[in-house]
């Protein structure tokens, strides 16, 4: 190969890796991890409602959930250790009491995850372990004593 074939072809490569070099931009780190709305669940999200609706309104609460209030704390009880997660030293886990409000939502509404998020103050990727984590809990839980199939 002659020295000016070799010359171009150098300088081939370097433009291809030139143009590609501005083409990818570098990583910037994030400067923001969560967004502010997020973080402050009981400002933002449906616990005041609940909470409200709980003490003064039991009807509504039943209306919005689609389960009483004696139920839900009896669902609760038997699920809030399996969905119970450990706070880390960057951030606090979302309670369980929080997680099984944001399934019965989802299950009594049939909202998707991107519209759940605002009600719940929950980031729908959050939700989208929470949901199915809980409906999984429930499900072995209730599954011995209420879920039983019979087959005539």
Same mark, same amino acid.
């Given at each position: 190969?002659?020295?000016?074939?070799?010359?171009?072809?150098?300088?081939?490569?370097?433009?291809?890796?030139?143009?590609?070099?501005?083409?990818?931009?570098?990583?910037?780190?994030?400067?923001?991890?969560?967004?502010?709305?997020?973080?402050?669940?009981?400002?933002?999200g449906h616990l005041p409602l609940i909470?409200?609706?709980?003490?003064?309104?039991?009807?509504?609460?039943?209306?919005?959930?689609?389960?009483?209030?004696? #139920?839900?704390? $009896? &669902?609760?009880d038997l699920i809030g250790p399996l969905?119970? /997660?450990?706070? +880390?030293?960057?951030?606090? %886990?979302?309670?369980?009491?929080?997680?099984?409000?944001? #399934?019965?939502? $989802? &299950?009594?509404?049939?909202?998707?995850?991107?519209?759940? /998020?605002?009600? +719940?103050?929950?980031?729908? %990727?959050?939700?989208?372990?929470?949901?199915?984590?809980?409906?999984?809990?429930?499900?072995?839980?209730?599954?011995?004593?209420?879920?039983?199939?019979?087959?005539?």
């Amino acid at each position: 190969m002659s020295s000016l074939r070799r010359k171009k072809q150098l300088l081939g490569y370097a433009a291809v890796y030139y143009i590609h070099m501005n083409m990818v931009k570098a990583r910037s780190p994030r400067s923001i991890w969560m967004k502010s709305w997020l973080s402050d669940k009981t400002k933002f999200g449906h616990l005041p409602l609940i909470s409200e609706l709980r003490n003064n309104n039991p009807e509504d609460f039943k209306n919005y959930l689609r389960i009483d209030g004696t #139920t839900f704390d $009896f &669902l609760l009880d038997l699920i809030g250790p399996l969905i119970q /997660k450990e706070d +880390t030293i960057m951030r606090e %886990s979302i309670p369980p009491e929080q997680r099984l409000l944001a #399934t019965l939502t $989802f &299950l009594a509404t049939g909202m998707s995850y991107q519209r759940l /998020k605002f009600s +719940t103050a929950i980031s729908a %990727s959050s939700l989208c372990e929470i949901i199915p984590e809980t409906c999984d809990a429930i499900f072995k839980v209730l599954k011995k004593d209420y879920l039983t199939v019979s087959i005539v």
